[in-house]
C-alpha cells in the first residue's frame, strides 16, 4: 500500500520560514513527478508546487512564485517544500500528491493518484 506522510507544518509569523516534508513509502516515486496542493478553510483545493522525476523541472503558482522552492531527493523518497516570506493568505492545509501517470511536472490534481494525509501551516500576521 502506497504512502505519503507529510510533516514540517506548525504555526508561524508573517515573514517566516518554514519546510513541509513528504516521504514516500516506496522507490516508485522516484520516476514520477510529485506535487504540493494545499486547502484553505472554505476554499478549493489549489496546486502549489510540482517538480519532475528527475527534479530538473518545476512549477510554481504564481501565489508562492519566488517564495516557494520544491526539491526531491529521490534517494531518500522524499519531496520538500522550503516556504520563504511567509503571508497570513498562505494559511491552509497542505498535502503532498505522487503521481502514478507521469513523470513531468504538472499542475492538475487529475495527475496524482496518491495523497498524504496533509499538514496544517498557520501563518499569523
Known amino acids: 500500500h502506497v504512502r505519503l506522510v507529510e510533516s514540517g507544518g506548525g504555526l508561524v509569523q508573517a515573514g517566516g520560514s518554514l519546510t513541509l516534508s513528504c516521504k514516500a513509502s516506496e522507490r516508485i516515486f522516484a520516476s514520477y513527478a510529485m506535487a504540493w496542493f494545499r486547502q484553505a478553510p472554505e476554499k478549493e483545493r489549489e496546486f502549489v508546487a510540482a517538480?519532475?522525476?528527475?527534479?530538473?523541472?518545476?512549477i510554481y503558482a504564481d501565489s508562492v512564485k519566488g517564495r516557494f522552492v520544491i526539491f526531491r531527493d529521490n534517494a531518500e523518497n522524499m519531496v520538500d517544500l522550503r516556504m520563504f516570506s511567509l503571508k497570513p493568505e498562505d494559511t491552509a492545509v497542505y498535502y503532498c500528491?505522487?503521481?502514478?501517470?507521469?513523470?513531468?511536472?504538472?499542475?492538475?490534481?487529475?495527475?496524482?493518484?496518491?495523497w498524504g494525509q496533509g499538514t496544517q501551516v498557520t501563518v499569523s500576521s
Open positions: 517538480i519532475s522525476w528527475s527534479g530538473g523541472d518545476t
Open positions: 500528491a505522487g503521481s502514478a501517470v507521469t513523470g513531468s511536472a504538472a499542475t492538475s490534481g487529475e495527475f496524482y493518484t496518491y
